[in-house]
Each structure stands twice: as C-alpha cells, then as structure tokens.
C-alpha cells in the first residue's frame, strides 16, 4: 500500500504550522495559496481524517494532524541529514572515520584535535578504538580503523603512511612495598625472575601476536589494556615495565616505585599510520597536523613541533 503521506505533504504541513496560515505557508513554499489548500484537503481526503480545525478563525490542527506532524519532522530532518551527507561524501569528507589509538597512549592528546575538527566538519562521525602492541596493525590491515595513532614498530606490510611521532620510554615499576625494593640496585635477572610479570594481552585477531618487554622464566598475569597493568603493578601483584609518562600519578602518590635494572629496556618507537589508498579529507586533516607534532615521553601530549 502506497501512504498519501508524501514527502511534499509534510513540507506543507511544518510550513502551515510554523508560519500559522495557509497563505504565509504558500509565500514560503513558492506557491499560491489555493495549490497549498489542494495539498492538505487531498491528504485529509485520503486518509480520512480532519487535520485542521476549521470551525476557528484560524485553522488549528487537530490532535491527529498534530501527531501526524510531529512523526513527519522526524522523518523532514533525516531527510535532511542524508542530503547533507550525501553531499559531504561527494565533497571528499568521510561520514565516518574510525581512529585507533594504542594502548601505551591515552586519548587525551588526541582530544583537542577532534575538538578543532569538528568545528570545520562537525558531520563526519568520529569513532574511537584502543588495541593493544600488534592489534593497532592487526586493525588497519583488516580495514577496522582508517588511522593509527601510537603504532609500535613497523608495518605488517606495504600500502601504509607511515610518520614517527617519537619514543616513548618504559621503566620497570614495583609496588612501592615489593621486596623487590630491597634488593641491590640495579636488579639483576636473576632476581626478578623469582615474581611474577603483568603483561598485556595482544588484540591482534588475525596478524602474529607481538610481545613487548617481557621478562622470561617468570610466571605471567595477563590483563588487557595498560591501565589494568598498571592497577594491578600498584597492587603488588606482578612486576613490569610501564610507559613513563601513564604512571607521574602513581609515582607522586608514592604507589610505585621505579628501579633500574642492569640491562634497561630501550625506547620503543611508536608512529601514526594510515592507508595511502584512502584520499579521504576527513583522514587528510588529521595527518597533515600529526605530521606537524611530536610524542612528549614525559608527560604523554602531542607537541606542536
């Protein structure tokens, strides 16, 4: 069944409603009133029902023309939306745009640059995921994400942009209280292979599994993002490397402790990816302004460089 109410019935009735006639409706619509009156008696006729009160001076819907109305806005705006859309896709601007951050970093520093973003395209929807050492790769390969901030190492293969933003530094971190503390310093193997390792689990679904800073010989707790490496290092459970600037918090309060050991790990160099087939404006953007910052290994921010 084919519904008489169309998309130009509903432009005549917000019309009518807004400008409280049928002859100001007419002057907005570009028509003449009586054209206006055919539209609305034809779709009182067709459904029949009253939509107007007519019994008044001026006509007033009725409670049917008044729900009728309000579930036809809905339907105007969406209309409008998928225009606007439709013409943001043919301009070069995504609808989506999917960004992945790595779990070494927070979504903090990445915060100003979606704010600005949307000042100059507040439609394309923005939607964040966090993954974890090889899983970012793993999401950018399988055409989960668009973008990568924070990648580690280098990519599964060719096809990706690739930009250093810099090194982030890990120290091995203890409970403030684990004997671990009272031993010489700085800590050899030997001594830390007697307790356990917090390590966080690889998202990768289809790409090898990566591992970062283990400690081998030593019983392992698997847990899944930093942050829940970190709550479980401050509780004295495990023992672990940790990015520096993801615990200035635990450090200050005094709930970890960080000890040099006799081979210290290396900086781990992490870098914003992306696919260089995709000619996105939305994608575009962001890495022209990522290619103009570097990590802060202190504090975690993206500085202007």
């Known amino acids: 069944m084919i519904s008489p109410i169309t998309f130009d019935a ?6 009518i409603e807004r400008r409280h006639s049928f002859a100001a409706a007419a002057e907005e619509l570009y028509r003449v009133p009586s054209a206006v009156s055919y539209t609305i008696n034809k779709l009182e006729e067709e459904l029949g029902v009253a939509l107007f009160d007519r019994s008044r001076r001026r006509a007033k819907l009725t409670a049917v023309g008044r729900m009728i ?10 209309t409008d939306e998928m225009t606007v859309l439709a013409r943001q ?33 507040p439609r394309t929807e923005i939607r964040l995921i966090e993954e974890v050492l090889g899983g970012s790769w793993d999401a950018l390969n399988d055409g989960r994400c668009d973008l990568v901030i924070g990648a580690e190492g280098m990519p599964p293969s060719q096809g990706f942009g690739l930009h250093s933003l810099g090194k982030v530094v890990f120290e091995f971190a203890v409970a403030a209280d684990h004997p671990l503390t009272e031993f010489a310093m700085p800590l050899l193997p030997k001594a830390i292979q007697e307790y356990p390792t917090v390590i966080v689990a690889d998202s990768s679904r289809h790409l090898s599994q990566r591992s970062s800073g283990l400690l081998d010989g030593r019983s392992r707790i698997i847990v899944p993002t930093i942050e829940r490496k970190i709550e479980a290092q401050c509780k004295g459970l495990g023992v672990g490397f940790l990015p520096r600037h993801r615990i200035a918090r635990e450090l ?17 160099e992490i ?24 990590f802060d290994p202190e504090h975690g921010g993206l500085l202007q460089i």
């Open 10 to 15: 509903l432009r005549t009735l917000d019309a």
């Open 271 to 294: 870098s914003v990816a992306w696919p260089r087939g995709n000619t996105g404006k939305g994608l575009n953007w962001f890495v022209e302004r990522l290619k103009a910052m570097r």
């Open 89 to 121: 896709a043919a301009d070069g601007w995504e609808m989506e745009l999917r960004i992945c951050i790595d779990s070494v970093l927070t979504c903090d520093p990445v915060y100003d640059l979606i704010e600005a973003f949307q000042k100059i395209q």
């Open 252 to 268: 200050a309060e005094g709930r970890l402790k960080i000890l040099p050991l006799d081979v210290p790990r290396p900086p781990t």
């Open 69 to 78: 109305l309000e579930q036809g806005r809905h339907i105007l705006k969406a």
